[in-house]
């Protein structure tokens, strides 16, 4: 099974989740910015984060032989938080490099007006920089923040099969798939979505002649209680329920290469790399070398 997880924060995973990862099939990966489970400080903090998702982070995933792509955003909750605004203008200095295939996660919080100010003018910028764009949807009020998400896609002039809503669930599938944006599917072990619900909802879009298009199946797995092998499990559950191989690679290989592939921007090829490579002189090793 060839896997791309189009979500991931690899940043908050260890070694043995990069190498369970390869194992179970993974071979590329997005990992989206994000924030930190607490609050940053100042804005210096958004650039080292940012330098270290397009530079230590695909380094590292390099090593396991997984390909690593990145997105970049000031995201929904500290877009409330006077003191990361100034990042909405660092902003166009990361969306111009290499393997940064979107801009993201944006979207709605909590649905205040300085997340929907934040969230205009970052979809301004990817329509600016010819990227697709990834979208965070709220845990509350979910259909409500999905409808407002799709109002501001339109009304910022971005096609909507250059964005990807995410976390979506039975309830706020129909309106994105009505829109024309690409379905997000994040997979966790207790909560939002399960294997067994998504292939659920792929069986129901099969069986409605809508098929597999426009899906993207993720963990979202970070520093929160989450799996980095769900997107494997969910393959499973589809083989399981009698979808062949070539449908489960469908959704988990070619539907987030489609996606993403509108960037020009991803790097498939993975350089060979043993294991005492260094970057910025520091390696994976510990010890005797
Ligand atoms: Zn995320």
């Given at each position: 099974m060839r896997i791309f997880d189009?979500?991931?924060?690899?940043?908050?995973?260890?070694t043995d989740d990069y190498e369970a990862m390869y194992a179970a099939g993974v071979r590329a990966l997005v990992e989206p910015a994000f924030w930190l489970g607490q609050p940053r400080s100042s804005v210096d903090s958004f650039v080292d984060y940012f330098d270290a998702l397009v530079g230590w982070e695909r380094f590292r995933a390099a090593q396991f032989g997984i390909a690593h792509h990145c997105t970049i955003a000031l995201n929904p909750k500290e877009a409330n938080d006077p003191r990361c605004l100034p990042v909405l203008d660092l902003l166009p200095r990361y969306l111009?490099?290499?393997?940064?295939?979107?801009?993201?996660?944006?979207?709605?919080?909590?649905?205040?007006r300085e997340e929907e100010k934040a969230f205009a003018r970052q979809l301004e910028l990817a329509r600016e920089f010819a990227l697709p764009a990834l979208v965070h949807t709220p845990h509350r009020d979910k259909l409500a923040g999905t409808r407002r998400t799709l109002d501001l896609v339109e009304a910022a002039g971005v096609?909507?099969?250059?964005v990807v809503v995410d976390h979506l669930n039975e309830v706020t599938v129909d309106v994105v798939e009505e829109a024309g944006a690409w379905m997000g599917f994040s997979i966790y072990p207790d909560t939002k979505m399960s294997p067994a619900r998504m292939v659920a909802i792929l069986r129901a879009r099969v069986e409605s002649g809508?098929?597999?298009?426009r899906v993207l199946v993720n963990?979202?797995?970070?520093?929160?209680?989450?799996?980095?092998?769900s997107t494997r499990r969910t393959g499973e559950a589809m083989l399981a329920a009698g979808f062949t191989e070539d449908d489960v690679e469908r959704v988990l290989w070619h539907n987030p290469i489609e996606f993403f592939g509108q960037s020009g921007r991803?790097?498939?090829?993975v350089p060979e790399t043993d294991s005492a490579a260094t970057f910025a002189g520091n390696s994976l090793l510990r010890g005797e070398r």
């Amino acid at each position: 099974m060839r896997i791309f997880d189009p979500h991931i924060h690899m940043t908050s995973r260890t070694t043995d989740d990069y190498e369970a990862m390869y194992a179970a099939g993974v071979r590329a990966l997005v990992e989206p910015a994000f924030w930190l489970g607490q609050p940053r400080s100042s804005v210096d903090s958004f650039v080292d984060y940012f330098d270290a998702l397009v530079g230590w982070e695909r380094f590292r995933a390099a090593q396991f032989g997984i390909a690593h792509h990145c997105t970049i955003a000031l995201n929904p909750k500290e877009a409330n938080d006077p003191r990361c605004l100034p990042v909405l203008d660092l902003l166009p200095r990361y969306l111009a490099k290499d393997g940064v295939v979107a801009v993201g996660e944006i979207g709605f919080d909590s649905m205040t007006r300085e997340e929907e100010k934040a969230f205009a003018r970052q979809l301004e910028l990817a329509r600016e920089f010819a990227l697709p764009a990834l979208v965070h949807t709220p845990h509350r009020d979910k259909l409500a923040g999905t409808r407002r998400t799709l109002d501001l896609v339109e009304a910022a002039g971005v096609d909507p099969g250059m964005v990807v809503v995410d976390h979506l669930n039975e309830v706020t599938v129909d309106v994105v798939e009505e829109a024309g944006a690409w379905m997000g599917f994040s997979i966790y072990p207790d909560t939002k979505m399960s294997p067994a619900r998504m292939v659920a909802i792929l069986r129901a879009r099969v069986e409605s002649g809508r098929g597999l298009g426009r899906v993207l199946v993720n963990s979202a797995a970070d520093w929160g209680r989450s799996d980095p092998l769900s997107t494997r499990r969910t393959g499973e559950a589809m083989l399981a329920a009698g979808f062949t191989e070539d449908d489960v690679e469908r959704v988990l290989w070619h539907n987030p290469i489609e996606f993403f592939g509108q960037s020009g921007r991803l790097l498939l090829d993975v350089p060979e790399t043993d294991s005492a490579a260094t970057f910025a002189g520091n390696s994976l090793l510990r010890g005797e070398r």
